[in-house]
């Protein structure tokens, strides 16, 4: 073998160790995304269920499972902005923001989380969407005064996300959560209006019938 030949052929070893170092990384990371991707999406039932507890250890299962993934994806770039841990980012935001919504707990930032700021912002916008099951529940309990917090937790999330201007490419496509956010905010802003209304009809009649 040339001394050219062997110089190939050693380069090629190095690049086939690289690769498969990268291959073994996304083999740890896939399959952790999904896991703490389902593990958020049982904690965000247990959440509007009230079931703060049992939605805080799902969490906590979805938080080890991309603490596995940042481990295998150390030095591996390629793996960790592949999208697939970002989406798992996002629902883990989703889910610990949906919790501290509900429950009135602090709320907790992107550091805090250990997430990068587009899977945050777009976790906010999907727990700020997902507050909408709670505020129909509050009202149908008859809690206007619970709905209305809960509402306006929604609509000061949507006057953060509008003023973020940012491309998608920067944001994760944060523009077309914002609007999906807008129209579930609007929906909501008429069903706790006619809710409002209806109370003070109500007491109107009350009023009258007691005098």
């Known amino acids: 073998m040339t001394g050219r030949a062997e110089a190939i052929a050693a380069a090629g ?39 703060f507890d049992r939605a805080r250890t799902h969490i906590a299962e979805a938080r080890a499972e991309l603490e596995r ?14 999208g697939f841990v970002q989406d798992a980012q996002k629902e883990y935001a989703e889910a610990n923001l ?23 912002l777009n976790g906010m916008a999907e727990a700020a969407s997902e507050l909408r099951r709670q505020v129909l529940d509050v009202l149908r309990a008859g809690d206007a005064d619970r709905a209305e917090d809960l ?5 000061d999330v949507y006057a953060l996300l509008i003023t ?18 807008r129209a ?12 409002s209304v209806a109370a003070r009809f ?10």
């Open 98 to 120: 949906t919790l501290a919504f509900v429950e009135g707990g602090p709320l907790p930032t992107a550091d805090d989380l250990g997430v990068d700021a587009p899977a945050y």
């Open 69 to 82: 993934a940042a481990a295998a994806t150390e030095g591996h770039g390629v793996v960790r902005h592949a």
């Open 184 to 195: 579930v905010l609007e929906r909501t802003r008429g069903d706790v209006t006619n809710a």
């Open 13 to 51: 070893s190095a690049a086939l160790v690289a690769l498969d170092a990268t291959h073994q990384a996304r083999e740890i990371t896939l399959p952790a995304s999904r896991a703490a991707i389902r593990a958020c999406a049982v904690a965000i039932r247990a959440v509007q269920r009230n079931e």
């Open 164 to 181: 973020v201007d940012y491309p998608d490419a920067v944001t994760g496509g944060l523009r077309r959560t914002t609007d999906a956010l």
């Open 202 to 211: 109500q007491a109107a009649v009350e009023r009258t019938q007691r005098s």
């Open 151 to 155: 509402f306006a937790a929604m609509d």
